[in-house]
């Protein structure tokens, strides 16, 4: 008889729970700060296997980040967290005592996070296979993808911001110059640094120290006309540093390649871009491969939000999938749709999907549709362990950082935060008080201040956090 008791207890508990959950979740979503824009919410138990809550989740939205939820996921089914991205070094001809007679190809594979230090490493190769001259070409092989450097629906206006460099299979420092800016003496020159150095942009340095008549400091480039001037302008009162994308990653990784080698006494005749022979690799002609595995990509991917691993990736899906060179954002968009049916269950043409970064205002997908890629990556082991520590985390690191902080959430939501103008998105992972994980996924769409849509969805994780 106790123990009847207990579990109508228990089971009376539950219901209760449920129904509070569901009202407090239609308090949010109903919310008079939603009153001019739309939000689709689902909600799933992992552990049960069940739905607690959907709300206008099959709707279409743009996901803006929250799209790098099904790159990422997409890319550990398909290639697997050892997968990696190769900036390789091979040559034709021979070497012979300190020279190359032939050529030297640069081959890019669009590794996102290749360095300064990289760089560095790549012409200290050629030094250590005894190369002080080129008697041929210094080549880049970017035969990899097309010459399109911008996703679909892309925004033009968002140049020269970091957050939209040019994707080239070689890309060097994100393809971007970190730029700063120090005062001086009252009145004088500000100071100007730039990293990675290279001849390939110049520096138009106008700043003044600690002049309130020079106006507001303003670091860009001539980017309307696509040149690599950077201008820097105004009054300079403390250290500032901005990251500008560079016309060209390519011709930017080679021009500096470039200058690493003559600084160290290596000579090569000229610069040109062309496709590597597919037989250099199979008859043993690599001096070099630098190799960085896809976990390393996916955590600034999604942690950071870095919108060029999450198209580097969305390229590595593609080249996976398709054999021909000059690969294109279709081709990508192929690959993504062709595992969406197969593996996902869904049908593409429900969707539209065009990048891999979810920049563009092209891409329309349902909460639903993120619902089933996170309870996807939770079926398996290997995809899901890699993916949810890649994750921002509520109050602790990423975009989630400053986030839900002394709450119950905190250290506990694993999610992707999406955000570009007129859109809001969160999907993940939280722990209900229970000891179940849920999955969720929100969209808000057509709001116009983001901090109140962040709130809804932050009420939203505490909610669930503590049901």
Not at 14 to 22: M, Y
Not at 250 to 265: A, D, M, P
Not at 321 to 339: E, V
């Amino acid at each position: 008889m106790r123990k009847i008791v207990t579990f109508l207890l228990v089971l009376i508990t539950n219901v209760v729970n449920a129904q509070s959950l569901q009202q407090r979740l239609d308090a949010l979503v109903n919310s008079e700060t939603l009153r001019t824009s739309e939000i689709g919410v689902t909600v799933f138990d992992l552990t049960a296997g069940k739905s607690l809550y959907r709300y206008q989740d099959e709707k279409l939205y743009r996901p803006a980040s929250t799209e790098k939820i099904i790159t990422s996921v997409t890319a550990l089914a398909r290639l697997g967290e050892n997968y990696t991205f190769d900036t390789k070094l091979c040559y034709t001809g021979e070497i012979n005592q300190d020279t190359l007679h032939g050529n030297l190809y640069v081959i890019g594979h669009f590794d996102p996070l290749f360095s300064d230090e990289d760089l560095n490493r790549l012409a200290d190769a050629v030094i250590a296979n005894g190369i002080h001259f080129i008697t041929d070409t210094l080549a880049a092989d970017v035969s990899m993808m097309d010459s399109v450097y911008w996703g679909p629906g892309w925004s033009w206006d968002d140049t020269p911001s970091s957050d939209q460099p040019y994707l080239s299979p070689l890309m060097l420092n994100q393809g971007c110059v970190s730029v700063t800016v120090s005062p001086q003496e009252k009145g004088t020159q500000a100071a100007v640094d730039c990293m990675p150095f290279s001849d390939y942009y110049q520096v138009d340095n106008r700043a003044i120290s600690h002049d309130s008549a020079a106006g507001q400091l303003k670091i860009t480039r001539n980017w309307l006309s696509n040149g690599n001037i950077i201008s820097v302008t105004g009054n300079v009162t403390r250290r500032t540093t901005v990251d500008l994308s560079i016309q060209s990653s390519e011709k930017f990784f080679l021009h500096t390649l470039v200058n690493r080698l003559n600084n160290r006494g290596v000579q090569s005749r000229c610069v040109i871009f062309t496709t590597c022979p597919d037989s250099l690799d199979k008859n043993g002609r690599t001096l070099f491969t630098l190799s960085r595995p896809l976990r390393e990509v996916l955590e600034p991917m999604l942690k950071k939000s870095n919108n060029l691993c999450a198209e580097s990736v969305f390229y590595q899906v593609a080249a996976n999938m398709f054999s021909h060179k000059y690969l294109t954002a279709k081709d990508g968009a192929d690959a993504i749709k062709t595992f969406l049916s197969g593996a996902i269950g869904k049908n593409p043409d429900d969707y539209n999907i065009v990048d891999g970064s979810g920049l563009s205002l092209y891409n329309y997908i349902s909460p639903e549709l993120l619902l089933a890629y996170l309870k996807y990556a939770y079926s398996r082991q290997e995809i899901f362990n890699v993916f949810y520590d890649s994750l921002p985390i509520a109050g602790v690191d990423g975009t989630l950082k400053n986030r839900m902080k002394k709450t119950k959430a905190r250290n506990n939501v694993h999610a992707k935060t999406g955000t570009v103008k007129g859109v809001s998105s969160l999907a993940g992972y939280v722990k209900a008080s229970n000891g179940h994980l849920l999955a969720f996924a929100i969209i808000n769409q057509n709001i116009m201040k983001q901090k109140e849509a962040r709130d809804i969805q932050d009420k939203i994780c505490i909610a669930l956090a503590g049901n």
